[in-house]
C-alpha cells in the first residue's frame, strides 16, 4: 500500500508540475529607456527641420515645474517630450532619463533636432538637471538651442546659447534621437 500511494503523490507531482509550468505567462522583457531609430546620414533629416520649427514656435510659453503642455507651461523636459511627441516620438518627461535616449554624438557634431543635456544649477553638480533643443546648423558656433528655462530673468520657452555662457560649464552631452 505504501508503494502505492508514493507513486499516486509522485504522478500528483507530475501532473501539477507539468500544469504550473505550462500554464505560467511568458516573462516580460524589463523596461529599457527609449531609444530612437537613427538616420546615417550627417545632414539634418526634414523630420529635423520641422521639430526645430516647432520648437521654436513655442517661444514665449511660460515655464511651469513639471508642465508638459503650452497651456500650463513647460518645464525643460516637459518642453522637450511635447516637441518630440509631436512628431511620433516618446521621449521621457525626465532630464535624468533624456540623457539615455538615442546616441551620444560630440558637441561639434551636433545638428537641428538633437537633444542638449546639461547639469543642475548647483555648483560642482554631476547629474543631468536641463535640457533643450538643438537649433544650430552642424558645426555653427555659438551652439544654440531652444529650452523651457525656470531663469529669474526671462523664464520660459526660449533660445539660449552653449559657449561663452553658464551653459557651457554645465554641458554634459548631446543625444541624437533623429
Sequence with gaps: MRYIWLIFMLLFATLLFTYWHGHQPAPT???SPVRAVLPTSAAPTPRADSVVRFALAQRGTAYCYAGSTPATGFDCSGFVRYVF?????DVPHSTTLLIGVGRPVPRAQARPGDIVVFTGTAEGSTTPGHAGIVISALGELPLRFVHASSAKKESGVKVS???????ERRFMEVRRVL
Excluded: I
Excluded at 511627441?85 to 516620438?89: T, V
Excluded at 546659447?161 to 551653459?167: I, K, S
Design 29 to 31: 522583457p524589463a523596461a
Design 85 to 89: 511627441g509631436r512628431f511620433g516620438l
Design 161 to 167: 546659447e552653449v559657449e561663452g555662457t553658464g551653459y
